[in-house]
Nanobody
């Protein structure tokens, strides 16, 4: 069983930055692809960014390209989401997710493990 714990959310002004972290338990973290999703009130949970087990492949949603960066440190069992130039429309609960296979997943049903979520609020 893998447990994921997010941290780093909070309140930030328009144009500000935050870095989310997701710490994973389990010895097989390095073989998992990881993703960050977000869900705003009344909306679906959408994929923001994903990274393969080897870090060679990444994916970003159109709305965050050029502003967000996903990375991972397999030695620390941690995946990060650096968020720059934040906008009010980035406000959501952000979830870390992991999947058993190493390649990217693009929908929530492709992921096997989920964190509890961390709130990100961007004020205008």
């Amino acid at each position: 069983q893998v447990q994921l714990v997010e941290s780093g959310g909070g309140l930030v002004q328009n144009g500000g930055s935050l870095r989310l972290s997701c710490a994973a338990s389990g010895r097989t973290f390095s073989s998992y692809a990881m993703g960050w999703f977000r869900q705003a009130p009344g909306k679906e949970r959408d994929l923001v960014a994903a990274i393969s087990w080897s870090e060679t492949t990444t994916y970003y949603g159109d709305s965050v390209k050029g502003r967000f960066t996903i990375s991972r440190d397999n030695a620390k069992n941690t995946v990060y989401l650096q968020m720059n130039s934040l906008k009010p429309e980035d406000t959501a609960v952000y979830y870390c997710a992991g999947r058993h296979v190493g390649g990217l997943g693009f929908s929530s049903n492709e992921y096997n493990y989920w964190g509890q979520g961390t709130q990100v609020t961007v004020s205008s």
